[in-house]
């Protein structure tokens, strides 16, 4: 016990605002710009989420620090079962045998303002949770690519949505050993109408934003895997679909990256984006996806010795370079 104790108060000595950051996620709003843009509805959706309108301090003080709502045995969270919140894909011919991809919402409330007149459904599933779905089935139905989609809400409380979605992902991970790539999916936010929509192929559609974390905050020795990856889709897109994908943007969060080599956060299309324009990128990523899941497959079966030389991120992928690709809510 003693040993355990010298332990922790060591790591809070050698990084004490990592440490506060990870147990007290409310303060990370830096991983959030859309809160840090519009600070009122932010907090309101915190202290909506974390109290479920019950702001008293005891209340705050355990959604803020999990230790604490430990002490009454009631308000511990218990992990789901196995299938709870999993969905099979429907069956095809030829479906392959192993999961190789996994897509979860951490933000599930996320909507499209346009489709249903607000940007978030509170404790509900958002359009963002059909874009997986769409996703999910163009990935089974065209592909022929086993995906395990949890359609579980993480954000009920939207402090500690991350923390919720971790359960998700270490889940996923340890019932699919043979994943290539798990999917984040959210939407952005922040955005005029004018700068939701791109042009593919001569048709107006949402836009597409991949988001990968780092370790400038906490231990990520391996993030540059997930990078590389980002960007094999990233021109993947850009050669299917020119226009699409408005590139690949570093951040300074884990996002539960860390747990996969092969998870990304993707933002596809933004609050002021229609559920159907966002559902039509949707196909489109898929279709990119596809073609990425098959070239891993042969350099699984020892088909492809080639190794392309690592790219390393651009200052402008690890700033926020142009306002128009600034990202909004991750």
Not at 185 to 192: K, M, V, Y
Not at 198 to 203: I, L, Q, S, T
Not at 290 to 301: C, H, P, S, V, Y
Request: charged share 25%.
């Amino acid at each position: 016990m003693v040993n355990a104790v010298d332990w922790v108060f060591s790591k809070i000595s050698q990084d004490p605002r990592s440490m506060i950051l990870t147990t007290m996620p409310a303060l990370a709003w830096q991983d959030t710009p859309e809160e840090m843009e519009r600070p009122g509805p932010a907090l309101w959706y915190w202290l909506a989420g974390v109290t479920r309108f019950n702001l008293t301090p005891e209340s705050i003080l355990q959604a803020q620090i999990p230790m604490l709502a430990q002490v009454q045995g009631t308000a511990v969270i218990t992990v789901s079962s196995e299938t709870a919140g999993l969905e099979e894909p429907p069956l095809v011919e030829n479906l392959s045998k192993d999961v190789l991809v996994g897509i979860y919402n951490t933000h599930t409330g996320e909507t499209y303002s346009l489709t249903d007149g607000t940007d978030r459904l509170t404790g509900k599933q958002g359009g963002v949770v059909l874009v997986a779905k769409e996703v999910q089935r163009q990935l089974a139905e065209k592909h022929a690519i086993r995906v395990a989609l949890s359609d579980k809400v993480h954000d009920a409380r939207y402090a500690t949505s991350y923390l919720e979605s971790e359960k998700t992902v270490r889940q996923l991970v340890a019932n699919n050993p043979s994943m290539i790539t798990m999917l984040d999916i959210h939407r952005d936010a922040g955005r005029s109408r004018e700068n939701c929509l791109v042009e593919v192929k001569g048709k107006k559609t949402a836009p597409i934003l991949i988001i990968v974390g780092s370790d400038a905050r906490l231990p990520f020795p391996n993030w540059k895997q997930n990078y590389q990856f980002a960007c094999k889709l990233a021109d993947k897109l850009d050669q299917l679909y020119p226009g699409l994908c408005l590139g690949v943007r570093v951040k300074e969060g884990r996002y539960n990256q860390f747990l996969h080599p092969g998870a990304i956060l993707v933002e596809v299309g933004s609050d002021n984006n229609s559920l159907e324009e966002a559902k039509t990128s949707a196909v489109m990523l898929a279709d990119a996806l596809a073609e990425i899941i098959k070239e891993e497959l042969k350099k699984r079966d020892g088909q492809d010795q080639t190794k392309p030389a690592l790219k390393e991120p651009s200052a402008k992928e690890t700033n926020e370079g142009s306002e128009d690709k600034i990202e909004k809510s991750v």
